[in-house]
């Protein structure tokens, strides 16, 4: 074999090894999402989910409110987290990328939760700055941009 034929098989078989780990990075990373693990679920009033990443408001609230009660956007084998936002008429979950830094959407679906009371504070569906009356988490509360992280049920704030 000469050492023209010798460097031309060299290559094809590194293009194969380059191709065979391209592959399982696709299929590692595919896997990766469809086994997420959750940051949880939140609530925002204000949140819509019309874009393909975490934009406006949306990304705001993630950025802001829930980035306070996460510690990392990726779990201890460093897969990325997703989390899902809910603004009463429609939960939408984002996945976190590593890389960019992006929220991206990964579903969306209809749904009238409004959270579970486990944290937050916040305005009830009062008409005043900083909320008032009786609420099912959301209103204009101090809260972030009119947003509560974790709760609803019914909350009475002070009248």
């Known amino acids: 074999m000469s050492m ?5 098989a ?3 078989t590194l293009k ?3 191709g065979r780990l391209l592959i399982a990075g696709t299929v590692a990373a595919a896997a990766g999402l469809a086994i997420a693990a959750s940051a949880g679920k939140y609530y925002c ?6 874009q393909g990443t975490a934009f406006g408001e949306t990304e ?3 950025r802001s409110d829930v980035n306070q ?5 990726v779990d201890s084998k460093g897969n990325p987290l997703d989390v899902t936002i809910c603004n009463g008429s429609e939960c939408a979950t984002y996945l976190y990328t590593k890389l960019t830094s992006v929220f991206l959407l990964k579903k969306k679906e209809k749904s009238s939760w409004r959270g579970d009371n486990e944290i937050g504070s916040g305005g009830g569906a009062g008409d005043s700055p ?5 609420g099912s988490g959301g209103g204009s509360g101090p809260i972030g941009s009119g947003c509560q992280i974790k709760c609803t ?3 009475t704030v002070g009248a």
Do not use: Y
Request: charged share 25%.
């Open 69 to 73: 009660h996460i510690n990392s956007w």
């Open 10 to 12: 060299t290559v094809r």
């Open 60 to 62: 705001n609230f993630i």
């Open 153 to 155: 049920g019914i909350i």
């Open 4 to 8: 023209e034929e010798t460097s031309a």
């Open 130 to 134: 900083g909320g008032g009356g009786t």
């Open 16 to 18: 194969k090894k380059r």
């Open 45 to 50: 009033a204000e949140c819509t989910f019309d």
